[in-house]
């Protein structure tokens, strides 16, 4: 067992448990603060990670992730307000049990669902990403290209928006990912005479300005706080026995959703709460108790966020390919530590992938322990105003950029997507599809420039290949069913 | 129904136009073949997605409405104002100063900034980041600067 004999003794050295440590602290409280959500938050702290070893970088990194699953529901259940988007369909029933005075319980129940959702995702995690890789291991550039291009095609899928405008994103991402000089001419695109562009804008320059300063410019005023000064005692989260018992089949059903869309592309946690409250509203034998405090509409989605959070490490540790935005992030942090992700990454760094996953069931206990007995603290983050966080937010963003090239070059370049993003915003454009394109784009064009060359430029030749076949087939699919969709929604619409 | 105040229009063709400069510059880096592609040859093929795209977010528009939101200028002057003052005075005058006007200015977004609470936080968060990013990570800056 990998997971034994080099997960463990990685996961467990001072340096990473004190990171894994500092990630899912970091991370519960931004995931607590409406606002500021897991992905602006990994982007935050992606500078700082570049100090430490890949390894501990991966494990604070990931930490902040699925830290902010757990911190997200704690603003959901107590203001109704989401603390990350995945949160939102917790508030619908948590929000009313608090007004029955019934906080205390569904803040227990959420962090025991998380629990087993993220626990039980975590086994998935380890039974299916070795088994992806035997199959990748003998992927050529056809392959390759038709797996990315998948991953891209559902990155159109990933908004909650239309998904025109989704994948009208994941294009503009591209562009942006190819700006600088190409590596196999030599020739300079888009750099408009800057040489800081010759390598390329750098990903958290985008993140930072779509996700942090764009998000920012959004929240102010628009975020109030409700000063009530709740008193969660660790008496007073313990559930009855009826909401215990209530709650088993939801945590386990929404694990099983959770970790069924946490690897397919584009899909994750947000898309996996909305679809277990969907389906614990339609199993109840009395859907009438729903959205007036049911625990089976917290325990559900709560598992599956979860569930969904880890098992979204599928494809990004065993391919190569982000799932979602924060995904990207991570591989980006992977890429600038100079190591390259793909099927090659388990066999050739074992304790990365290993001591990763170990530090995943290490960061869930000690959430466990952050989210019960600690509950106090959090509730009391509730009530710091948001108008005293955001300058640090800023603070954070220039500096942090500004330390990626010593250069302020980058900081400009952050002030430049901040107020696109912030017009992506008042146009409902959203930022999380263009970030996987930017990602995406430069591998898609590398292979795809390698399995024509190797065709000699015939397209129908890349589909005969077996397994590039039935990718590129899916790919298909996909898009059909983006259309029909596109089509769909027009007519409500005029309806 | 042509309306204006509509998002997707807007959009739409901000995308358009997007797409056709790409594919225009796609044209001038060279676009090659399959066999030999040249830097501009995914470049066309995406500028081609964004045109079609865009085109039809602007036609589909006529068929709902979805007026702009109102932009909040006072956050978007004050945030865009704090982190140019940072970036043009870094160099110049040092880590403190520097995010001394970054805070100072971009409080002033909310409307319930006090002075006092945003001096304070101001001076704190400047020591704390050179704490941190200059003594603790050791990133080349001066904390004090007069340097034009």
């Known amino acids: 067992m990998d997971l034994f004999t080099v997960g463990f003794p990685t996961a467990l050295t001072l340096d990473n448990l004190f990171y894994c440590f500092a990630g899912v602290f970091l991370g519960t409280f931004v995931g607590v603060l409406p606002g500021i959500g897991g992905l602006t938050a990994v982007s935050l702290l992606l500078p700082l990670s570049f100090y430490l070893d890949p390894i501990t970088a991966l494990i604070f990194l990931a930490g902040i992730y699925y830290g902010a699953e757990y911190g997200g529901s704690t603003a959901s259940i107590l203001l109704n307000l989401p603390g990350t988007a995945s949160n939102a369909v917790t508030c619908i029933d948590g929000y009313p049990l608090t007004r029955q005075g019934r906080a205390g319980p569904a803040l227990f129940i959420t962090a025991i669902g998380s629990f087993i959702g993220g626990t039980l995702g975590i086994i998935v995690l380890i039974a299916l990403a070795p088994a992806l890789v035997s199959l990748a291991l003998s992927f050529g550039a056809a392959e390759y290209l038709a797996a990315l291009l998948l991953g891209l095609i559902a990155a159109g899928t990933i908004g909650r928006g239309r998904p025109i405008k989704s994948v009208a994103m994941v294009l503009v991402g591209v562009c942006l990912g190819l700006v600088g000089i190409d590596v196999n001419s030599g020739t300079r695109r888009f750099t408009f005479g800057f040489f800081d562009l010759f390598d390329g804008i750098p990903l958290v320059v985008i993140a930072m300005g779509l996700f942090g300063m764009a998000e920012v410019i959004a929240s102010i005023g628009t975020i109030k706080f409700v000063a009530e000064a709740r008193r969660i005692t660790l008496r007073s989260m313990i559930p009855s026995r009826q909401e215990l018992k209530d709650s088993v089949m939801p945590i386990l059903r929404g694990f099983g959703i959770g970790s069924f869309f946490g690897p397919l592309p584009g899909t994750g946690p947000t898309i996996s709460s909305f679809m277990a409250y969907a389906v614990e509203k339609r199993v109840s034998s009395n859907p009438e108790k729903f959205g007036k405090g049911a625990i089976e509409g917290v325990a559900g989605p709560e598992s599956a966020n979860n569930a969904a959070a880890q098992t979204s490490f599928v494809p990004t540790l065993a391919l190569g390919i982000p799932g979602s935005a924060t995904m990207a992030i991570l591989l980006g942090a992977l890429l600038i530590h100079g190591i390259q992700p793909g099927p090659r990454l388990i066999g050739q760094h074992p304790e990365l992938f290993w001591g990763l996953v170990a530090s995943f069931w290490i960061g869930n206990v000690l959430l466990l322990i952050l989210n019960i007995p600690l509950i106090g603290l959090w509730v009391k983050l509730l009530q710091i105003p948001y108008r005293l966080l955001y300058p640090i937010i800023l603070g954070m963003i220039c500096i942090g950029v500004y330390s990626l090239s010593n250069s302020v070059f980058d900081v400009w370049l952050v002030i430049v997507f901040g107020l696109i993003g912030y017009g992506m915003k008042l146009l409902d454009l959203e930022p999380a599809p263009l970030l996987i394109g930017f990602i995406l784009g430069p591998m898609i064009e590398a292979q795809f420039r390698r399995a024509l060359i190797l065709t000699g430029g015939d397209y129908l030749a890349l589909i005969q290949r077996p397994i590039a076949g039935i990718l590129f087939a899916c790919c298909g699919a996909l898009i059909l069913w983006l259309v029909y969709s596109m089509l769909r929604s027009r007519e409500r619409r005029v309806a | ?148």
Request: net charge positive.
């Open chain 2, 1 to 148: 129904m042509l309306q204006l105040n509509h998002k997707d229009l807007v959009g739409g063709v901000l995308i358009t136009l997007l797409g056709g400069f790409v594919g225009y510059s796609a044209v001038g880096l060279g676009i090659g073949d399959a066999s030999r592609m040249g830097p501009g040859y995914m470049l066309a093929i995406v500028a081609a997605g964004m045109i079609v795209l865009g085109i039809a977010m602007a036609v589909g528009s006529a068929r709902y409405q979805d007026p702009l939101p109102r932009i909040a200028w006072r956050p978007l002057i004050a945030v865009t104002a704090g982190m140019s003052a940072f970036a043009a005075l870094l160099g110049h005058l040092g880590l403190i100063p520097a995010v001394l006007l970054l805070i100072g200015l971009s409080a002033l977004g909310d409307r319930d900034a006090r002075p006092v609470s945003t001096l304070v936080l101001a001076v704190s968060v400047s020591v704390g980041m050179w704490v941190v990013f200059v003594y603790g990570l050791r990133i080349p800056l001066p904390a004090f600067a007069l340097d034009f």
